[in-house]
Nanobody, 120 residues
């Protein structure tokens, strides 16, 4: 039905930058909120940042001022610009979307995850 494909993860030194992208495809009428979550080994998945269709954002305190979320509604794509990366940002990052589909169907979808590793 709906697929989310992430890209842009990798290995970077502390202080460096990465940009994550997540493109949604499939039976999509529109997408409400889109967001990025992360999960470090042994930890619970946590919200990093989210953005509504109109552009209102919500960013976790731990990344505020360093990470910026944005989206392109025409491309059904959400981005996460990550600057001044720290070793504690190391985690698998997951994309999430609240999707409206045909016939008033609605669902929440997740990407497969992309690894971000920050070396000290």
């Amino acid at each position: 039905q709906v697929q989310l494909v992430e890209s842009g993860g990798g290995l970077v030194q502390a202080g460096g930058s990465l940009r994550l992208s997540c493109a949604a495809s499939g039976s999509i009428v529109s997408i409400n909120a889109m967001g990025w979550y992360r999960q470090a080994p042994g930890e619970q998945r946590e919200l990093v940042a989210a953005v509504t269709r109109s552009g209102t954002t919500n960013t976790a305190d731990s990344v505020k001022g360093r990470f910026t979320i944005s989206r392109d509604n025409a491309k059904n794509t959400v981005y996460l610009q990550m600057n001044s990366l720290k070793p504690e940002d190391t985690a698998v990052y997951y994309c999430n979307a609240d999707v409206f589909m045909p016939w008033t169907s609605r669902g929440t979808y997740w990407g497969q995850g992309t690894q971000v590793t920050v070396s000290s």
